[in-house]
């Protein structure tokens, strides 16, 4: 039983939530409910990332230390609906168990975690009907404007089940009985719609809690502003060196955090000081960073703030943050390297979605 203090509770779901919408509403949900539920989906359609294995766990633990259930939606109709992984249904669900074996290792509270599959009610008709209400209520420009969940934009040729996903994905909210939406910033628009829509169908206005969306590892060049330039900006499976793995291998680390983008002094939209704010003092109490006597010698950090300030101040000079990143980040990686070496089962289905991926 959770006695927090509900201003704890808030301040710990702040901590999750780049933007809430809104606060207010989530007060009165924590005050109305013991037990809330909070849902995130995450398409199988390849190897998991960091911000989908560590960062995500954080955030669900932060959630769940706050009295939440949490649900994690494995959207293998989405994926499929999404053509990834060339379509393949059995491929598709093959990677949605990899995704599961990672999530095991990252210290997620997998006690409060329950995994629900998209394929184990796509046979309900009052899932469908949801759907079909969501649908028959919007005009397919205002449904067009979502399609940036799938990592699509209005100006891209879409599939005809590519129309149908931010309906299906707003009637998930319900269907799983969701109270809050935690999702990242770059789905924030089909859960707007969710609010939108949930009180004219008969469900309930879902509280939006968007978390941060972390930096790809390399410079993106792009005219964009704000929140958009932040979406555009976030790590892809597509662009392999934009991203850490959590099957990425030691030396494979260091590679890609050596070639990373950080230029000296520069604070906003350093991916290297992102890794350090969003995941590795969220797992450490402190960063040691380790240089020559002749470079100001090893310097511990009891915090991410200092961090970026001597960054800032040309204190700390990118290459001594990138070693000391890469280093944090192998100890990290270490217990879901070793389980998909010594797990058999784990094993076959990295395998297999790695295989996947090279014939594609």
Known sequence: ?????????????????????????????????????????????????????????????????????????????????????????????????????????????????????????????????????????????????????????????LHASQILYPCMQCADIFYLKADVAQLGMDQRKVNVLAREIGEKLGYWKPVVVSHHMLAGLKEVKTEAQGAERSIEMKMSKSIPDSAIFMTDGEEEVKRKISKAFCPEKAVLENPILEYNKYIIFEKFKKVKIERPAKFGGDVTYNSYTEMENDFAQGKLHPLDLKNATAASINKILEPTRKHFEKNKKAKELYEAVRDAAITR
């Open 1 to 157: 039983m959770n006695f927090m203090d509900l201003e704890k509770k808030i301040g710990l779901v702040k901590e999750v939530g780049e933007e809430i919408i809104t606060e207010e509403e989530l007060r009165a949900l924590l005050e109305k409910k013991k037990t809330p539920v909070a849902y995130d989906g995450f398409e199988p359609s390849g190897q998991i990332h960091i911000a989908q294995g560590i960062m995500r766990a954080v955030n669900i633990n932060k959630m769940t230390k706050a009295g939440f259930k949490f649900k994690i939606l494995v959207a293998d109709w989405f994926a499929w609906a999404n053509n990834k992984m060339g379509g393949n249904l059995e491929t598709i669900q093959t990677a949605g168990e990899y995704m599961i074996e990672v999530w095991k290792t990252t210290g997620m509270d997998l006690d409060n975690v329950e995994f629900v599959w998209a394929n184990g009610y796509m046979g309900d008709k009052n899932y469908w009907k949801t759907v079909m209400n969501i649908a028959t209520k919007n005009t397919v420009n205002r449904i067009l404007r979502c399609s940036q969940i799938m990592g699509r934009n209005e100006a891209e040729s």
